[in-house]
């Protein structure tokens, strides 16, 4: 006889996941016909990604100067205090030697207790005499004794300055390092995606740059508020570079960054001013107003102060601006400015 038992129907979870399943699928299907391949980023978008990163670098480039500076400037102190302490320990070993003569002395003629000396002296004038001498170089022996003491604490604390600046010199070199590293990363990161342009892409952004420099070298021709003095002189040194390429860390004479361009250039003029853009923010006489700037006056940028050129007229500035260009005059529209400074 058949069976007439009805097939046993799914539960209603297991149809809700397989319905939920179904649908999924159906809808990433849907999305995966539906999806455009990945845009190739255009020409602007990378020269803007890559403007990016060279200035990051550039803020690097500050930091990494900056480390470079005080690595300088300890490696001078070590060395002082370390000809400072090579002398103190000659001066110690004279002393100590000095002291080792008074008491060889002092054994030689006071070898006999004063009281026999006296009662055995067939002249107390000669005793006396005698006498007086132990005193004073009993006298001596204290004022050896302070002095060898003064010149032990002297080269202790010498010696622990020493020790510290070592320490700090090492940390230093480690962030120069680190620095260092950040810079050629972000370079790296801009080449790479240089050269994921085509060959005339690369040669369009070239040529715009060209003509953008071009275009800034005819409106500095109608320069106003010359230079004068040493402003002039350094000014006109700076233009001399026009032209040379920009590298992390260069002041000259055949690559150049920012700070490097400026410091060199009022250097040419016989002007000392500090070697970054942050510390040469901090001298002079600061000016806000750009209708107030001469030619030759520092000019800055941005708000950490990573970016420094010389005022070139007409709203322009002579600059060294990043890694890829050159030293060249450029419009301060295109860059935030924050003032400039009079040196």
Avoid at 172 to 193: C, F, M, W, Y
Avoid at 198 to 219: F, G, H, I, P, V
Avoid at 267 to 276: E, F, K, N, Q
Wanted: net charge neutral; glycine share 8%; aromatic share 6%.
């Amino acid at each position: 006889m058949a069976s007439h038992r009805r097939p046993k129907q799914p539960s209603r979870a297991r149809v809700t996941v397989l319905t939920t399943a179904a649908a999924a699928a159906v809808a990433i299907s849907s999305q995966a016909a539906n999806a455009a391949p990945s845009a190739k980023p255009s020409k602007d978008e990378v020269k803007a990604k890559v403007d990016a990163l060279y200035e990051q670098a550039e803020q690097a480039t500050e930091k990494f100067n900056g480390a470079k500076e005080k690595e300088g400037q300890l490696q001078k102190e070590i060395s002082t205090i370390q000809d400072n302490v090579a002398r103190g320990q000659e001066e110690l070993n004279k002393l100590r030697d000095s002291i080792g003569s008074l008491a060889a002395g002092q054994y030689r003629s006071g070898g006999i207790d004063p009281s026999l000396q006296l009662f055995l002296s067939s002249n107390p004038n000669d005793y006396l005499d005698k006498a007086s001498t132990l005193d004073q170089l009993s006298s001596q022996q204290v004022d050896a004794l302070k002095q060898i003491q003064d010149k032990q604490r002297e080269l202790a604390q010498e010696r622990a300055e020493a020790t510290g600046k070592l320490k700090d010199l090492s940390a230093t070199r480690t962030e120069l390092e680190n620095k260092k590293q950040e810079i050629q990363g972000k370079l790296a990161s801009a080449q790479k995606l240089l050269n994921s342009l085509t060959a005339q892409e690369r040669q369009q952004l070239l040529d715009e740059q060209n003509r953008a420099s071009r275009s800034s070298s005819r409106d500095v021709l109608g320069a106003s508020h010359a230079a004068s003095g040493r402003a002039a002189a350094a000014y006109a040194w700076a233009q001399g570079q026009l032209g040379k390429p920009y590298f992390y860390g260069g002041t000259g004479p055949n690559s150049f960054d920012c700070s490097g361009l400026t410091s060199q250039a009022y250097a040419a003029a016989g002007i000392t001013i500090p070697r970054t853009s942050e510390e040469q923010a901090n001298i002079g006489t600061r000016i806000y107003s750009v209708s107030q700037l001469q030619v030759g006056d520092l000019v800055f940028f941005y708000g950490d102060l990573h970016h420094v050129g010389l005022y070139a007229g007409n709203n322009m500035v002579l600059h060294a601006p990043h890694t890829g260009a050159v030293v060249r005059y450029e419009s301060m529209s295109d860059m935030p400015f924050q003032f400039g400074v009079r040196v």
